[in-house]
Nanobody
């Protein structure tokens, strides 16, 4: 059974940093495009950053210059380094995996809460 398990969320002050991790199990990690999404209360789930199986990276405008996505195909883990955090970054962050050749094959993690507040 495929599992995506996020970790690293928490409470941080504005300007602080967090590093989210998403560990994948029971899937051929290297052939999946990986992404981080976030959903704030009452809002839709939005893409934050994505990295393809080939390492091509894309960021939402809100994440550019502050967040860095990376992947470790040996550890089957995708990371999101978040710096200069703002209160508007507060949301549940979700990890997503999409098969590189079949977009209908997709998996989601359970989410990890990030709260930016003083």
């Amino acid at each position: 059974q495929v599992q995506l398990v996020e970790s690293g969320g928490g409470l941080v002050q504005p300007g602080g940093s967090l590093r989210l991790s998403c560990a994948a199990s029971s899937l051929l990690f290297g052939i999946y495009n990986m992404a981080w999404y976030r959903q704030a209360p009452g809002k839709q789930r939005d893409l934050v950053a994505a990295i393809t199986s080939g390492g091509v990276i894309n960021y939402a405008d809100s994440a550019k210059g502050r967040f860095t996505i990376s992947r470790d195909n040996v550890e089957n883990t995708v990371y999101l380094q978040m710096n200069s955090l703002k209160p508007e970054d507060t949301a549940v962050y979700y990890c997503n995996a999409v098969h590189q050749s079949a977009e209908y094959i997709t998996y989601w993690g359970q989410g990890t809460q990030v709260t930016v507040s003083s």
